[in-house]
T-cell receptor, first 111, second 111 residues
Framework: DAGVIQSPRHEVTEMGQEVTLRCKPISGHDYLFWYRQTMMRGLELLIYFNNNVPIDDSGMPEDRFSAKMPNASFSTLKIQPSEPRDSAVYFC?????????FGSGTRLTVV | SQQGEEDPQALSIQEGENATMNCSYKTSINNLQWYRQNSGRGLVHLILIRSNEREKHSGRLRVTLDTSKKSSSLLITASRAADTASYFCATDKNTGNQFYFGTGTSLTVIP
């Protein structure tokens, strides 16, 4: 198994632009999580899905953030419009009940 | 917040020595996990300990859990330079599958 795959690895965008981050979880894992990591705030849980259904999105910082999981093998996290304070590393993780498997992350820089 | 706090924030030891990291959390849990993060990479699951367990071993890792004190420790024995990384504890909510991560301990093992 190739593990959790995230794309792109790096994204640099201008303030106000739309950004879409992508994640392919491990096949058979029925939970998918989006986390954001910054030096100031550490790892923050943004949203998680169970069987493609959003269960808890209370960590999504603002309406500018949205996440979808149209099928068991794909999820997106969209920021529209992006702001400099959104700069962070965004991780996707999946699990089927015990330990999480994390992707390598997307480093987002908003200038 | 369910977030755990690791102590110390940073630890530097010589190769061959043991490293101990501590995690404290605020409310009751079902499970506690420890993860490692190498610089610029995603988190890697190390070990999960359930609330009814007091100690667990995996190779050179030993994890203890004291639910009365709401604390856990991770011991790495006979450390190696390759153990240099940040280590995080993660705790769950009693009713959910989401885990909340602490602030991490940065471990440096000097060859």
């Amino acid at each position: 198994d190739a593990g959790v795959i995230q794309s792109p690895r790096h994204e640099v965008t201008e303030m106000g632009q739309e950004v879409t981050l992508r994640c392919k979880p491990i096949s058979g894992h029925d939970y998918l999580f989006w986390y954001r990591q910054t030096m100031m705030r550490g790892l923050e849980l943004l949203i998680y899905f169970n069987n493609n259904v959003p269960i808890d999105d209370s960590g999504m910082p603002e309406d500018r953030f949205s996440a979808k999981m149209p099928n068991a093998s794909f999820s997106t996290l969209k920021i529209q419009p992006s702001e400099p304070r959104d700069s962070a590393v965004y991780f996707c993780a999946s699990t089927q009940g015990t330990g999480y498997t994390f992707g390598s992350g997307t480093r987002l820089t908003v200038v | 917040s369910q977030q755990g706090e690791e102590d110390p924030q940073a630890l530097s030891i010589q190769e061959g020595e043991n490293a101990t990291m501590n995690c404290s959390y605020k409310t009751s849990i079902n499970n506690l996990q420890w993860y490692r993060q190498n610089s610029g990479r995603g988190l890697v699951h190390l070990i999960l300990i359930r609330s009814n367990e007091r100690e667990k071993h995996s190779g050179r890792l030993r994890v203890t859990l004291d639910t009365s004190k709401k604390s856990s420790s991770l011991l790495i024995t006979a450390s190696r330079a390759a153990d240099t990384a940040s280590y995080f504890c993660a705790t769950d909510k009693n009713t959910g599958n989401q885990f909340y991560f602490g602030t991490g301990t940065s471990l440096t093992v000097i060859p």
